[in-house]
């Protein structure tokens, strides 16, 4: 690798990619409207105020955007500097979660209790990961191609954070930070034969997981039939698919949907895309992708465009947290992969994704004043 891309350039002096922002904000503020659109009618039922949810979303979009400003103006020297005490801290978050400290919901223990509000690791330990990643394959370079350098720490690490998830359990996590790691090892420069072998293990034990656990096992199966167990299992999938087919080509305009009137369960969460598809449509639905797909763009450009490895790697990872939450996110509410708990970065409700959503977002922006076109 040639040294030229290891030498480290300054982080100032160029300018951010306005491109990148206008589009990060079009999102945060999209997300805004149909949280407001899609919660209301559970907020009045549960709150006695149909803006609950919209205020809270709100308040945590302050939060956000604050967090995405301090991203954009921190020194490099800070956010790498600090690697080893992001993972540290990610171990430490996810480890209270299996603490008096954790707030159980539906059975799992995911999310640490602070006050009013629900705080959930896995997204930021999303971002530790890659910071540690892009550190480890930026000065193992040499030795990446080796299996007890280039292969065995990537995969301890990411295994034991992985392990924490498991624990609370969070299968759906576990599997997003191993995503992260392939992704990321592709581009690192580890053996293809190492990853080769690594998803053979990885497919292996995912279906003993699978297997061993009755509800997730009726999980698979609803995927495979949602209609067959329409009113158990595979109820909230249904509802999804109802509501995409209600939207047809215009939608049933802003507002209107039906299966948000209690028929479609997490309706401003994690199936958020489905009010979008039933109010909006197909036109509405794909300028969504088109919106995506150039926010993407702009993404991935930050990091070709880097030329240092470090830069480079950070930028393509904190780009795929943000890709791997949109693709299975929409690949779960279209009924394409197993139902599983994954927030559409920007949209859906609540603080963690939307929070991390926008520091991943002020990160790119940071990287990008020393994107060279």
Known sequence: ??????????????????WLLMTTLLLGGFGLIM???SSGITAEHDFADKYFFFKRQLAFAGVGLAGMV??????????????YFWVALAVAMLTLCLTPLGASVNGASRWIRLGPVNVQPLEFAKIALVFYLAYFFARKQELVRTFSVGFLPPFIVTGFLSGLLLLQPDFGGAVVLCGLLFFMCLVGGTRISYLLLSLVFAGGAGWMLITSSPYRLKRWTAFLDPFASAQKEGYQL??????????????????????????????HNDFIMA??????GFIGMSLFFLTIAFFLYRAFRVSILQEDLQDRFTAFGITCILALGMVLNLAVVLGTVPPKGVAMPFISYGGSSLTASFVCAGILLNLSRTAKS
């Not at 301090?70 to 690697?83: H, I, N």
């Open 238 to 267: 249904v509802q999804s698919l109802y509501a995409f087919g209600s939207g047809r080509f215009w939608g049933t305009g802003m507002g209107a949907g039906k299966q948000k009137l209690f028929f479609l369960p997490e309706a």
């Open 275 to 280: 009010v979008v598809g039933e109010e909006l």
């Open 1 to 18: 690798m040639s040294t030229k891309l290891n030498a480290k350039k300054p982080a100032t002096g160029g300018r951010f990619d306005p």
């Open 70 to 83: 301090l991203c954009m103006q921190a020194p490099r020297k800070l956010l790498y500097g600090l690697t």
């Open 35 to 37: 949280v407001l659109s």
